[in-house]
């Protein structure tokens, strides 16, 4: 067969697909209307099924309206006991009291629907809004948990706006989890398809989304201050939470549109899994900022662990983890069964693959932790190196060993799930090794730069933040990469000089450095008095306090160095800290040119030499 004929034949398979499926959505569209048409056959068997179990629908009604109120009423009454008696007790004292308050409501509520209806349908339905209505108030006080929690900490006195979000986002929440709860009771009631349709649609979704959408729209700016955290934040959470309202919106219209259409086709999508999935599209961003703000409580504190520190900093990827399993089970698992996979098979490698990338999290997080605190020990002051000030050794090390820890623990977690879903990894690992081999031939300057680099940082030649001269360049270290070193200059100018082309190191910001003055006076000058005046600024830099912490050694006079032509040249020099010595030496000078002015000192200029005078004669 011909490339033409095969092609012609995938269009044709194509078209079939695409004619079938408008098919049966024009079918399912005509099912649909003609079983709204027959409405009223459908409430009066409703009508005589009730009747058949010795109720009617204005009893039932009632009956359920009672079994609410009690099971409501009796959590609102335990839950502000609970507020008024242990206000100033902790926040798991008083989450463990409500839930003990749920369930006695919860068994209340039950035993009212026992004792209302005592068996068949009217009793499951009883039931069924007993828990419904505490279903209600358990997923109203965790979203409002979460909204509140995920307050920026400098906004957390002003709470209205949040808790206007959190008013309209309860009102469309439970609009929706009672229109799922009436759809599930005409579902015990075998009422008929045009019934259950007209109250999934009109009376519950179209409401629900509607709700939904104008909440999320009417506090979209308190929604993307929520999400976009304190400062400073990164430029990608800046973006989410701009064009989140408008994300959010946009899934609502897709998730409205595709339970449609799956009513349509005839297979309804599951009413919980929807409210489930649109809850956590909600909620997550803010679940994640409140966990996030947990994580980083305490963390620089001595006394927590660096264990404790990295399961912290992992319990928000633990969280997605937990979420991506939730929708996989809400979701994945129908499309699972009917393409034929085996469900246990399927969980235990999603299981085996979620448990290997917390590993890899916790681990890639104690290895932040300790390059952290190392580099905080390293430099307690400027917590780990502010531009332009010199990093000890091992704070020049931890970085580029933190960066090797981390890029193999992602290789391994890498290998460990491909090896876990049964594909054999050696195959690869050969491939790899005898493609870095090939690069290794191929690329000898590459290789020269690396292990000069490792040289260079095992003779600690250079760090962070000294200001170093090479045969090339000379700055400040500002970066240290594998085969490279980035400096900074003066005028602000970086030159990357790999390792390879460094030569000589000259560090001018090692130990101390030693800065020598030399002063012109006349022939007639009293050394000794400039002694003296010398020893005096030496003494007076020494109790500046500003200047003394990098003055290592006082300024003073180290005598005549030489004569020429009738001047005296006198020395002077101080010992600093490297890089500190400019500050020290402007003082100097100021120092001695105020003391020369008021002993009558006088400085002489050094004279001009020029090549202008008439050449001698032979």
């Given amino acids: 067969m011909s490339e033409e004929s095969v092609a012609d034949l995938d269009v044709t398979s194509a078209i079939s697909a695409i004619e079938k499926v408008a098919d049966g959505f024009a079918a399912g569209l005509y099912a649909r209307f003609s079983a709204l048409l027959n409405l009223p056959g459908e409430l009066a068997s409703l009508r005589n099924s009730m009747v058949a179990a010795s109720t009617s629908p204005s009893f039932l009604s009632f009956e359920i309206v009672l079994v609410v109120a009690l099971t409501a009423g009796t ?7 609970v507020k008024i008696r242990n206000f100033a007790s902790s926040s798991w004292r008083r989450f463990f009291l409500d839930a003990a308050a749920a369930v006695v409501a919860l068994a209340l509520g039950l035993a009212a629907a026992r004792l209302l209806a005592p068996s068949g349908l009217p009793l499951r339905t009883l039931r069924l809004w007993a828990v419904v209505t505490l279903v209600v108030f ?9 909204l509140m929690a995920s307050r920026r900490p400098e906004f957390r006195h002003r709470s209205f706006h949040m808790l206007a979000l959190s008013r309209d986002l309860s009102i469309a929440i439970s609009w929706a989890i009672v229109g799922v709860a009436l759809v599930t009771t005409l579902q015990i009631w075998s009422a008929g398809s045009g019934l259950r349709d007209l109250t999934r649609t009109v009376l519950m979704a179209i409401p629900a989304y509607l709700l939904l959408a104008a909440a999320v729209w009417r506090h979209k700016r308190t929604m993307a201050s929520a999400i976009a955290g304190p400062r400073p934040r ?22 409205f549109i595709s339970s449609q259409t799956a009513l349509t086709l005839g297979a ?4 919980s899994a929807v409210i489930v999935t649109v809850l956590m599209l909600l909620l997550m961003p803010h679940l994640d900022a409140m966990i996030g703000s947990w994580a980083q409580r305490k963390l620089e504190a001595a006394h927590i662990s660096i264990p404790a520190a990295a399961g912290r900093q992992t319990a928000r990827f633990t969280v997605l983890i937990g ?88 290789a391994l977690a890498l290998l460990s799930i491909l090896v876990s879903l049964g594909v ?31 040289f260079f940082l095992i003779d600690d030649a250079f760090r962070f933040g000294e200001y170093i001269e090479t045969s090339g ?15 900074r200059s003066s005028r602000g100018s970086i030159a990357t000089v790999p390792y390879g082309q460094i030569g000589k190191i000259q560090n001018f910001s090692r130990d101390w450095v030693i800065e020598k003055l030399t002063f012109r006076v006349a022939f007639d000058t009293d050394v000794e008095l400039v002694r003296k005046l010398f020893k005096k600024i030496g003494q007076d830099i020494a109790a500046d306090p500003e200047l003394a912490p990098d003055l290592i050694e006082p300024f003073k006079s180290k005598g005549i160095g030489e004569v020429e032509d009738g001047t005296l040249i006198i020395k002077a020099a101080f010992t600093a800290k490297p890089g500190k010595q400019s500050m020290i030496r402007r003082a100097v000078l100021m120092a001695v040119q105020n003391a020369f002015r008021d002993n009558g000192i006088h400085a002489v200029p050094k004279p001009m030499t020029g090549s202008g005078g008439p050449a001698e004669s032979g």
Avoid: C
Avoid at 75 to 81: E, W
């Fill in 75 to 81: 959590f609102l009454v335990l839950a502000r006991q």
């Fill in 138 to 146: 358990v997923v109203l006080y965790l979203t409002r948990l979460v």
């Fill in 234 to 255: 990164s430029r990608w959470r800046g973006r989410l939470a701009r064009f989140w309202p408008a994300i959010v919106i946009g899934f609502l219209v897709i998730t």
């Fill in 268 to 271: 309804p999508l599951p009413g």
């Fill in 323 to 410: 979420t991506i399993a939730m929708l996989g089970t809400l979701w994945a698992t129908p499309l699972a069964l009917g393409l034929g996979f085996e469900l246990r098979s399927v969980a235990r490698d999603a299981l085996g693959i979620a448990l290997i990338a917390l590993m890899a999290a916790f681990l890639w997080n104690v290895v932040g932790t300790m390059t952290e605190r190392a580099l905080r020990v390293a430099h307690p002051i400027l917590g780990g190196g502010e531009l332009g000030v010199p990093r000890s050794r091992l704070g020049t090390i931890v970085p580029l060993i933190s960066a090797v820890g981390k890029s193999s623990i992602l």
């Fill in 424 to 454: 054999n990894v050696w195959p690869l690992i050969t491939g790899l090794s005898v493609f870095g081999l090939a690069i290794g031939f191929g690329s000898q300057t590459l290789v020269k730069d690396v292990v000069s680099g490792l």
């Fill in 473 to 487: 360049a000379k700055g400040t270290v500002e970066k240290i990469s594998i085969r490279s070193v980035s400096l």
